[in-house]
């Protein structure tokens, strides 16, 4: 199923069983992806979909650390709930050998060697890893490797 259906099918579950923080979650979601597709100018395709969930994760994960700061842990738990709702409609996350082996060989189309070729390493592995990894993890682990050479 797509995930656009799948998210709107959800919601409605989600009324019906008054579930709030399901429902307020995937209506941020809906809104994103509205959003993005008046920026567009017609309708998003699921990897379109899967960057506007990581995205929306992450801004969760940035709140948490904000709440953390501010000793609010009502708000930690609130953060901490929706990001478990979100990650279910992500695909399986990437094991780690496999995305170090992935970064590895992206390395070595690019021709990488240092720090600077970054951007070329990341243009060819994002769209590989779409969706099963972390954008701020690729990128770590990309520069952690491009520096040891």
Do not use: C, F, W
Not at 3 to 29: C, F, Q, T, W, Y
Not at 36 to 44: I, M, N
Not at 134 to 149: G, Y
């Amino acid at each position: 199923m797509e995930l656009k259906p799948r998210l709107e099918s959800d919601l409605h579950d989600a009324m019906r069983n008054g579930d709030d923080v399901k429902k307020s979650s995937i209506r941020m979601v809906l809104a994103a992806i509205k959003l993005a597709q008046v920026d567009k100018g017609g309708p998003l395709d699921d990897q379109a979909i899967l960057a506007l969930l990581q995205k929306e994760i992450k801004s969760r994960k940035e709140s948490i650390s904000d709440a953390e700061k501010a000793n609010r842990p009502d708000l930690i738990t609130a953060a901490q709930a929706e990001i478990a709702i979100l990650e279910g409609y992500l695909p399986a996350q990437m094991p780690a050998e496999e995305l170090a082996g992935l970064v590895q060989a992206a390395i070595q189309e690019a021709g990488a060697s240092l720090p600077s070729d970054m951007g070329r390493v990341m243009k060819l592995l994002l769209p590989r890893v779409q969706g099963r990894a972390a954008n701020d993890q690729v990128s770590q682990l990309v520069r952690q490797l491009l520096e040891k050479k």
